[in-house]
């Protein structure tokens, strides 16, 4: 599945608060990639990407070539 959680703390946050969106594609730099806490996350993915002020998000133009993501309600 093409979906991961991207974890933020405090001010970065608040920074990139209001620049996610549901069912956007972005491009991700200088996060942190670890192990997923499945105690904090129902995501199906066994990693997540942790972001800092230093981190870089871009949204990227739609594309029809990504897949959007399917939820399982089960």
């Known amino acids: ?11 970065t946050a608040e920074k990139y608060y ?3 969106k549901e069912g956007q594609v ?3 730099a200088k996060g942190t990639l670890k192990q997923a806490n499945k ?3 129902n ?6 990407i942790t972001l800092d002020e230093h ?5 990227l133009q739609d594309d029809d070539s ?3 993501v399917k939820y399982d309600l089960t």
């Open 18 to 20: 209001d620049i996610f």
């Open 39 to 41: 105690q904090f996350s």
């Open 1 to 11: 599945n093409g979906e991961i959680r991207a974890v933020m703390f405090n001010q």
């Open 43 to 48: 995501i199906k993915n066994n990693h997540e």
């Open 66 to 68: 990504i897949p959007q």
């Open 55 to 59: 981190s870089i998000i871009q949204a």
């Open 26 to 28: 972005y491009l991700i």
